[in-house]
């Protein structure tokens, strides 16, 4: 089992920049891939990053430049830069852990973008 929190969301004017950041219960280094997702209202839930535990980063293509996933193994933690950050990047945004036992997820941060 793996549980994942959530932290650094909040309300910021477009052109801005948060930093989310994802806590695991465990080691990250069971972890195989870590990701953020995002969800808008009335939208299905879409991939923001992932990254692995080589370090390897894959990127939705609205995200890249923008957006940058890092992850620190000795505070078994998840960020999530984000910049130059747009009214359409309101959304709930959801760490996951992709395991071989399945898919775990945190309880998401609100990230409110204002033009």
């Known amino acids: 089992q793996v549980q994942l929190v959530e932290s650094g969301g909040g309300l910021v004017q477009a052109g801005g920049s948060l930093r989310l950041s994802c806590a695991t219960s465990?080691?990250?280094?069971?972890?195989?891939?870590m990701g953020w997702y995002r969800q808008a209202p009335g939208k299905q839930r879409e991939l923001v990053a992932l990254i692995t535990s080589s370090g390897t980063t894959t990127y939705a293509d609205s995200m890249k430049g923008r957006f940058t996933i890092s992850r620190d193994n000795a505070k078994n933690t998840v960020y999530l830069q984000m910049n130059s950050l747009k009214p359409e990047d309101t959304a709930v945004y959801y760490c996951?852990?992709?395991?071989?036992?399945?898919?775990?997820w945190g309880q998401g941060t609100q990230v409110t973008v204002s033009s």
């Open positions: 465990v080691s990250i280094f069971s972890i195989g891939v």
């Open positions: 996951a852990a992709l395991t071989g036992d399945g898919t775990y």
